[in-house]
């Protein structure tokens, strides 16, 4: 019997500060609980385990780099004797500059996790302290340098189109990140989502209007200097060496199964779709089964698996099932096909949600 290959996502919901422009479910100020949440993290392991071949594990947050090395190994144990985990098994963990150092990291390494992401958003320190980051540009650099000398294969992610960020504080992060040297970098343009500080900040005028001209513009630059670099701009905010683009990602990108553990997190497997409650504390208290569970119709697995695929830079297959969205975009300028495949062009990579919201069933 052929064993489903998924993908295994674990939600790490501890944070030493809320950034100011996070929507993310995370907890701050709450570490103490972490003992107990690896425990039930361990428990719903065990619970949902089905013998499924694993190809990639990611640690997401929050913060997952808060969590002990032990704990850590302890997790890592569980999913080896719960599931059947690749030898070659990408296993990444976010982390925070200011929350890891030589040891941490050359301990974790060892256990085997093997991508490290780093959330470095900015080596401009006014930036930092404005988006609410509890490091500085000086800490991001010591904290690559211990990656490096821990031996992980490096993500960055970079936050772009700050409010009053100009094109020249934007090249100056990226030439910075470049002289770094890591395999990926993960690139997002800011989302103002409402009921955050950095949102009312704005709102409120403390701090000037996102200008997006000036966010296309960087976005642009990025794809210029990357390329003159040798990445591979894979995915519309994705840029990788050849060869080390995230496994991981892949899996939602292509819309194959995932499953997500712990608190918020998300599971798509089969036809169907489900997400485990968003309080800690319910988690806490064991309630494991989801509070949002859906099934997936037909069209709306064909849709997603468009809107997702065109994400990439191979694109998707052509089909008369598309054929209509297809013809409208191309004729703006925002898709073109090519040898049988259906991609977005430079401009459909800016205008990207125009081109999506057309694909989903009515």
């Not at 401009?124 to 211990?146: F, K, P, Q, W, Y």
């Not at 504080?169 to 990926?184: F, I, N, R, S, V």
Request: charged share 25%; net charge negative; glycine share 8%.
């Amino acid at each position: 019997m052929v064993k489903q290959v998924v993908a295994l996502y674990l939600h790490i919901p501890f944070c030493r500060r809320k950034c100011r422009y996070c929507s993310f479910v995370s907890y701050a100020h709450r570490e103490a609980d972490i003992p107990a949440y690896v425990n039930t993290l361990k428990h719903e392991l065990a619970q949902k385990a089905g013998g499924e071949h694993v190809g990639s594990i990611y640690f997401g947050g929050g913060t997952p780099s808060l969590l002990p090395a032990e704990s850590l190994g302890d997790l890592l144990d569980t999913i080896r004797s719960s599931f059947d985990l690749d030898e070659t098994a990408e296993i990444t963990i976010e982390a925070n500059p200011g929350t890891v150092d030589q040891t941490y990291l050359a301990a974790i390494r060892k256990l085997g996790v093997n991508r490290l992401s780093l959330g470095v958003q900015s080596l401009n320190d006014r930036e930092l302290e404005m988006l609410g980051r509890i490091h500085t540009a000086g800490e991001a650099i010591e904290a690559v340098s211990a990656a490096r000398s821990a031996g992980f294969n490096l993500n960055l992610d970079f936050i772009y189109g700050l409010p009053g960020q100009t094109p020249e504080d934007w090249q100056a992060t990226l030439t910075g990140a470049l002289e770094m040297g890591p395999e990926h970098l993960s690139l997002y343009a800011l989302s103002l989502e409402p009921e955050t500080p950095l949102y009312k900040a704005v709102e409120n005028k403390q701090l000037p209007a996102i200008n997006p001209d000036i966010t296309a513009d960087q976005y642009e630059l990025a794809e210029k200097l990357l390329e003159q670099r040798g990445y591979r701009h894979y995915e519309i905010s994705n840029w990788a060496m050849p060869g080390k683009e995230c496994r991981h990602n892949l899996v939602y990108w292509h819309n194959e199964p995932y499953l997500g553990i712990g608190v918020a997190a998300h599971s798509h497997v089969g036809s169907r779709r489900f997400a485990n409650t968003t309080s800690l504390d319910k988690y806490l208290g064991g309630n494991l089964s989801p509070e949002m569970d859906e099934a997936i119709s037909p069209d709306l697995e064909l849709a997603e698996t468009a809107i997702l695929g065109l994400r990439l830079d191979e694109g998707i297959d052509a089909s008369p099932n598309y054929q209509k969205q297809v013809e409208e975009m191309t004729g703006v300028g925002l898709l073109e096909q090519a040898d049988g495949r259906i991609k977005l062009t430079e401009r459909g990579r800016l205008l990207g949600n125009e081109v999506f919201w057309r694909f989903l069933p009515d």
